[in-house]
């Protein structure tokens, strides 16, 4: 199976900030690699595909980039409205893993 | 638009069993390939099964397989997962999700139902 690692687990930014999430896969997944924010109490919305793909409605300020092993997803100036835990999750091979999660908090 | 609408999970013991459904609307249900994805409490989303358009492929991860078995009814719009032998690790939210793609890789969940609840225990 492959293993995907987030970092940082968590991290604390301001409104406006840029912030940065890595995702690492156990093995070359190519660019088979998504992104997706959740809030509580709902479900995963995917923000990115296809690594570096925005899915229609997604902000501009979300982007992701990366191939192989490392991928990142980052935020250019953080709004409230995304202060959520976010997931990376590959989509090579089955089983489609996710990544721990990185929860983004207000500072 | 999209919907996916979950049903059938409750409070349920060990080793007993269930039938989830998933109603679909607002797409071409019999083009696309289904996931089932669970979060258990506080824990990140896990991938549990997934299903071809017409149902001739089905996948499963290693923790689910042999008791979880996952159909689809194209002529209801309805996917299902039957669970068997329930464990308390089971115990989640089961999530019902649209992949953006018929199959093949780089497939996404791109919509995804309020989930249903399953809770294991005695």
């Known amino acids: 199976d492959i293993q995907m690692t987030q970092s940082p687990s968590s991290l604390s930014a301001f409104v406006g900030d840029r912030i940065t999430i890595t995702c690492r896969a156990s093995?070359?997944?190519?660019?088979?690699l998504n992104w997706y924010q959740q809030k509580p109490g709902k479900a995963p919305k995917v923000l990115i595909y296809?690594?570096?793909n925005l899915e229609r409605g997604v902000p501009s300020r979300f982007s992701g980039s990366g191939s192989g092993t490392d991928f990142t997803l980052t935020i250019s100036s953080l709004q409230p409205e995304d202060f959520a835990t976010y997931y990376c999750?590959?989509?090579?091979?089955?089983?489609?893993?996710f990544g721990g999660g990185t929860k983004v908090e207000i500072k | 638009e999209v919907q996916l609408l979950e049903s059938g999970g409750g409070l349920i013991q060990p080793g007993g069993s269930l039938r989830l459904s998933c109603a679909a609307s607002?797409?071409?249900?019999?083009?696309?390939?289904m996931s089932w994805v669970r979060q258990a409490p506080g824990k990140g989303p896990e991938w549990v099964s997934g299903?071809?358009?017409?149902?001739?492929?089905?996948y499963y991860a290693d923790s689910v397989e042999g008791r979880f078995t996952i159909s689809r009814d194209n002529s209801r719009n309805t996917l299902f997962l039957e669970i068997n032998n329930l464990r308390a690790e089971d115990t989640a939210v089961y999530y019902c999700?649209?992949?953006?793609?018929?199959?093949?890789?780089?497939?996404?969940?791109?919509?995804w139902g309020q989930g249903t609840l399953i809770t294991v225990s005695s």
């Open positions: 999750q590959q989509s090579y091979v089955v089983p489609l893993n």
């Open positions: 093995q070359s997944i190519s660019n088979y």
């Open positions: 296809l690594a570096s």
């Open positions: 607002g797409f071409t249900f019999s083009s696309y390939a």
């Open positions: 299903i071809s358009p017409t149902g001739d492929n089905r």
């Open positions: 999700s649209k992949e953006r793609l018929a199959s093949g890789r780089g497939n996404s969940f791109d919509y």
